[in-house]
């Protein structure tokens, strides 16, 4: 059974940092992608960024690109979002995807975690 855990959300002020943690168990070698997607109050699940676990290639959607950094420990099984200067417009559920590979379409994604809630205001 696939489980895919995030952790580490929370209320931080405007220019703060957070880093979000997905620990992922039950996947078989070919599910390579890890990804985050967020979806804000009123608004579409939009994709953030997501790694191949194999090759540590990252991709990161144009409005978090020198902001967000995933990175992956494969023998914890678990990826990791460092969010720096976040604005309030970051302000969304956070949800960890895995899937073959990197997609930035949610509709390709076979599995989900619950969500984290990020919320960025003073």
């Known amino acids: 059974q696939v489980q895919l855990v995030e952790s580490g959300g929370g209320l931080v002020q405007p220019g703060g940092s957070l880093r979000l943690s997905c620990a992922a168990s039950?996947?078989?070698?070919?599910?390579?992608?890890i990804g985050w997607f967020r979806q804000a109050p009123g608004k579409e699940r939009e994709g953030v960024s997501c790694?191949?676990?194999?090759?540590?290639?990252?991709y990161y959607v144009d409005s978090v690109k020198g902001r967000f950094t995933m990175s992956r420990d494969n023998a914890e099984n678990t990826v990791y979002l460092q969010m720096n200067s976040l604005k309030p417009e970051d302000t969304a559920v956070y949800y960890c995807v895995a899937d073959v590979w990197c997609s930035w379409s949610k509709e390709e994604y076979d599995y989900w975690g619950q969500g984290t809630q990020v919320t960025v205001s003073s």
């Open positions: 039950g996947l078989t070698s070919d599910y390579d992608a």
């Open positions: 790694i191949s676990r194999s090759e540590g290639t990252t």
